[in-house]
């Protein structure tokens, strides 16, 4: 039995060996640290995590982080040779063996610690070599090392037990399982059971009598325990693992091996130390070979397997001696065929320009370079038709193909009409030295109802007479209304003839045009051709015609002629050209672009975009470049070969974790989170703190360059963004204020993740714009407000007080002016002249007595008048003192410096002073009485000195009676308090000074100056 399973194994791994697993491989060139791969594990968050030669490696999906002992957190590795990785999913610990001791990763603090900081009882881990890590129970853990045995870790007892610490084993332990609840455990050439003992465990032999070559692995795999050895491929042993008639050699898994996984279909990887990778199939027992080829970068990066891994999606991780390579069931879903994957290297040509199936079955393509081949898809070989490669010294290229009802090929190229003869193979071309223009064809059909070719040739369409071989205009009626360049001409690209014998000619320029033989009816399709001029490819679906257009995919219902939708492919100012449609089982279209292929649903709405990220060997296709086979398979000719997958079997993505935020950084330096920023719920900044950037990946391996993400930060925009691959979100000077950062993701089929990631993000104000500033400054102003309305009161109070006095200063010199003395005087003279019949000077006497009572009260209502008002009202008063007494005389001087009519004083100032010096001065001298006012300026001060040649002021002030204090206080008091107020209401510097001439060297004789200083 065991050599007929042997037997089995032997011939599929033979049968299979040319079949290809395709790989993505990642090395130092991105971002690896080292290309030697010890250990793989995947963490809580989703990381993957790589243990190399030379570091820790953490990958996101977008970029590897590394950690090592010269940066960062990593200074914590006892050394950077990384051997084990193994993830505590209890805990939440990575834990990090290391050929010089082991430490623990921390994801929620994104920190590394020596294991004595967690278990000081376990110290000694610190500082030895070790091989491997693992748990299988909860607080249990086994540390095989390399020169200390195997080491027993329980850290809810906090009990460390060694075993195999003899001089014989303690470097021999390679590898520890569990396979049906026994821990089993491999030395170089022997095995052993760990049976649980009281709170340890008791070594008991394993099969002590069966010749192991050097083991180097152990693996539980369904009901089997596998056997990996150091050189000569595998055992395993089936239940009842017991027995030694159980153990099978596997010879067909040759070398020595470097790990197990098994996959999420229940395929076991086993990869070897030299001999490549093998996936074994138990369902079909069948066994896939995959080795290292340096020409196809999708072949595994190296032979020699250090580890293996599968993630949580299915995804096969193997860490080689060279880097890493990677196994994505879902990434290579398309298959490429050219000059490296076609029989021989058949396809010696990978620009593809037109494919075609004839009716008898077979497959033709149309090359750039190489003219026509015909095509056998089951075995995946070209045969090429020489005579169509080359035509005079150019390379010929095939543009489109059509065939005879005889079966023979007639063939639109560079070269002109060529013909391919079925049965001898030969070539012959059909030009007309008339028409050079028939030298460069694009498209070509068989008329169903004539004997004729119809050919888009660079200058219009032309026929071809199949019966004469010879060449015809079309009719005059088959003309374009289309005006192009100056000249009535349009290419056409591709032929499509409906039941009813019209042609639809799709034209580079002119749009979609219909042409019906038969009825002779030429039109073109306006509703398209608004759209677009540049139609490339049509595929009729009933009463539909899909076209594929230079302005994206448009929906026309021939039969309706309305125009049912236009479709871009993309609204971001990316390409929005489509080449050719195809029709697959369950009623999906697929359109080829310049970008990869996009798939739609019947109704036009779009469904995903396949680009090289999804498994495509080239983005950009060709014209009207397409074929579907009888089982349902769909083929695009392109700029890189034939893209062939079948849609039926196409698997689809559905798993799609949530996002991870990976890195926040603030005014462009990344910001220390104290924690892993996976785990970051909320983030606090000063105002200035406020260009902050988010890097964010989803932990999503398959096909991850075409994951997508949108976000928005609420407070500042609540509008998602457009899904796009770019993982980083930039704001710049965020004002003041709460926000919430909002992140999702969508996998490479556009399923959305079912979580959305939030941060919250809290931008502090300024310490002007706090609460309690603005409170201080509320209250501050208020403060100042009120302080400045009191202010302002007591001011308007002052002022209306001190206006007050001033009215009643002035109603005071007006009383002084006006009293009743001089009243009572001025009538008896009045009353004199009359009588002794004076009546001129007694009119005289009595108007000049009446204007000078109109003008002082008019001066009394003025705040200032001038000078010249001044002097005139000193006159008439002064002409009326004259009139009273004998022998007086006065001189009012102006200067000639001073303006007069401009400059203003207070009113009511000069003229008692005036009248002072007439009553107490002169009065009382005899003759000769003289009073001289002078007006002058120094600065800005003008100056009035009232000089009289009286007794003199101390004279008067001796000789004073009891009414002349009542007049001096009704005068001079006056003048000064009135001058006070004057000062304290305008500030400016008004004074008064009466002196005595005795006290005035330079004033001889005797009399008075009263000197009056008003500020101009």
């Not at 005879?404 to 190229?413: E, H, I």
């Not at 000249?487 to 034209?507: H, K, M, P, Q």
């Amino acid at each position: 039995m065991r050599y007929t399973i042997l037997s089995i194994f032997i011939f599929f791994t033979q049968l299979l060996q040319g079949q290809h697993l395709m790989f993505e491989n990642y090395s130092s060139e991105n971002g690896l640290s080292q290309n030697s791969c010890y250990a793989i594990a995947q963490d809580d968050l989703g990381f993957m995590w790589f243990g190399t030669q030379d570091g820790l490696n953490r990958y996101d999906g977008r970029e590897f982080r590394v950690y090592s002992q010269n940066t960062g957190i990593g200074k914590k590795l006892p050394s950077n040779i990384i051997t084990s990785l193994f993830f505590d999913t209890d805990k939440k610990y990575l834990w990090v063996g290391t050929v010089q001791g082991v430490c623990l990763y921390y994801p929620a603090g994104d920190t590394l610690v020596r294991i004595s900081e967690l278990f000081p009882w376990a110290s000694k881990l610190d500082h030895i070599s070790i091989k491997k890590v693992v748990s299988f129970r909860p607080d249990e853990y086994w540390v095989i090392t390399f020169n200390n045995g195997l080491i027993n870790l329980n850290t809810r007892t906090s009990e460390l037990s060694t075993y195999f610490n003899d001089e014989e084993n303690k470097g021999n332990i390679t590898s520890i399982v569990m396979h049906e609840n026994r821990i089993l455990v491999s030395l170089l050439y022997t095995m052993h059971e760990m049976v649980p003992h009281d709170s340890a465990y008791q070594v008991k032999p394993f099969h002590p009598n069966y010749p192991f070559p050097q083991i180097r692995e152990l693996y539980s795999y369904n009901d089997q325990l596998w056997i990996g050895t150091m050189a000569i491929g595998c055992y395993y042993i089936k239940t009842p693992i017991d027995q030694d008639e159980n153990i099978i050699v596997s010879k067909q898994f040759f070398g020595g091996v470097g790990g197990f996984s098994t996959d999420r279909e229940n395929k076991l990887w086993i990869g070897t130390r030299g001999s490549g990778m093998y996936r074994f199939d138990p369902a079909s027992a069948t066994v896939t070979r995959s080795l290292n080829n340096q020409f196809d970068p999708t072949t595994p990066c190296s032979n020699y397997s250090l580890s293996m891994f599968t993630d949580r999606q299915g995804i096969v991780w193997c860490g080689f001696s060279g880097g890493i390579a990677k196994y994505d069931p879902l990434r290579y879903q398309f298959r490429n065929i050219d000059d490296r994957t076609s029989l021989e290297g058949s396809l010696s040509d990978k620009v593809i320009v037109r494919m075609y199936k004839a009716k008898d079955g077979k497959t033709f393509v149309g090359t750039q370079n190489k003219g026509i081949m015909e095509w056998d898809p089951a075995k995946n070989y070209f045969k090429r038709y020489e005579g169509s490669e080359i035509v005079g010294t150019a390379n010929n290229v095939v543009y489109d193909i059509s065939e005879d009802k005889r079966g023979n090929l007639w063939v639109a190229s560079c070269g002109g009409l060529m013909y391919v003869d079925r049965k001898t193979d030969g070539i012959s071309y059909f030009s007309d030295k008339k028409l050079p223009e028939l030298n460069k064809m694009y498209a070509i059909i068989k008329l169903r109802k004539a004997d004729s070719l119809l050919i888009a040739t660079e200058n219009g369409l032309r026929f071809f007479s199949l019966t004469d071989k010879h060449w015809h205009r079309l009719p005059e009626y088959v003309r374009l209304t289309t005006f192009m360049g100056g000249l009535y001409v349009y290419t056409g690209r591709f032929f499509y003839e409906d039941a009813d014998n019209s042609v639809w000619i799709c034209t580079e320029g002119s749009g979609l045009v219909r042409y019906n033989y038969v009825r002779k009816e030429f039109e073109t399709i306006a509703p398209v051709n608004n759209v677009s001029l540049f139609i490339r490819h049509l595929l009729a679906d009933g009463p539909l015609f899909w076209l594929a257009t230079d302005n994206g995919l448009i929906i026309y219902n021939w039969q309706q002629k309305k125009l049912i939708k236009h479709i871009p492919l993309n609204t971001n100012g990316s390409s929005n050209v489509c080449y050719a449609i195809q029709k697959d089982a369950n009623n999906n279209f697929w359109v080829s672009s310049n970008l990869g292929l996009y798939k739609f649903n019947r109704l036009g709405e779009f469904i995903q975009k396949y680009n090289t990220g999804n498994g495509l060997s080239f983005l950009e296709y060709n014209t009207a470049c397409t074929l579907k086979d009888s089982v349902g398979s769909i083929y695009f000719g392109g700029m890189g070969g034939i893209t062939k997958f079948d849609p039926a079997v196409l698997k689809h993505n559905d798993y799609s974790p949530p996002p991870i935020i990976t890195m926040v950084k603030v005014n462009d330096k990344p910001w220390d989170l104290k924690m892993n920023p996976a785990l970051v719920d909320e983030l606090t900044f000063n105002h200035d703190q406020n260009f902050i950037t988010v890097q964010f990946a989803v932990n999503n391996f398959s096909n991850e360059a075409n994951n997508m993400f949108s976000y928005r930060l609420k407070g500042l925009n609540n509008n998602w963004t457009e899904r796009a691959v770019n993982n980083i979100a930039s704001f710049t000077s965020l004002p003041p204020g709460n926000y919430t950062f909002e992140l999702r993701s969508a996998n490479s089929d556009g399923v959305w993740s079912n979580s959305i990631r939030q941060l919250q993000i809290r931008v502090l104000p300024p310490w002007w714009q706090t609460w309690w500033f603005i409170s201080l400054s509320i209250l501050f102003v208020a403060a100042l407000v009120s302080l400045a309305v009191a202010a302002r009161i007591r001011k308007i109070r002052h002022d209306a007080s001190i206006k007050q006095q001033l009215a009643e200063m002035e109603i005071k010199g007006l009383h002084a002016q006006m009293n009743p003395h001089f009243i009572f005087n001025s009538l008896n003279s009045i009353k004199e002249m009359i009588l002794e019949d004076q009546k001129q000077n007694a009119s005289r006497y009595l108007s000049k007595f009446a204007q000078l009572i109109r003008t002082s009260l008019e001066q009394s209502r003025q705040a200032f008048i001038s000078i010249n008002q001044c002097v005139d009202h000193l006159k008439q008063y002064l002409e009326m003192e004259k009139l009273r007494f004998e022998d007086f005389s006065y001189e009012i001087r102006v200067d000639e410096n001073l303006d007069a009519e401009e400059i203003q004083i207070a009113p009511m100032l000069v003229q008692p002073l005036v009248e002072n010096a007439i009553w107490h001065g002169l009065r009382n001298k005899k003759s000769d009485r003289k009073l001289l006012v002078h007006f002058y300026r120094e600065g800005n001060q003008v100056i009035c000195e009232i000089d009289d040649n009286g007794v003199g002021y101390r004279h008067t002030m001796n000789g004073k009676t009891s009414v002349l204090p009542m007049h001096k206080s009704l005068g001079i008091t006056n003048i000064r308090e009135r001058l006070t107020l004057l000062n304290e209401k305008y500030h400016i510097k008004c004074s008064l000074s009466i002196r005595d001439k005795a006290e005035l060297p330079d004033k001889p004789g005797s009399g008075t100056v009263a000197t009056l200083q008003l500020t101009i």
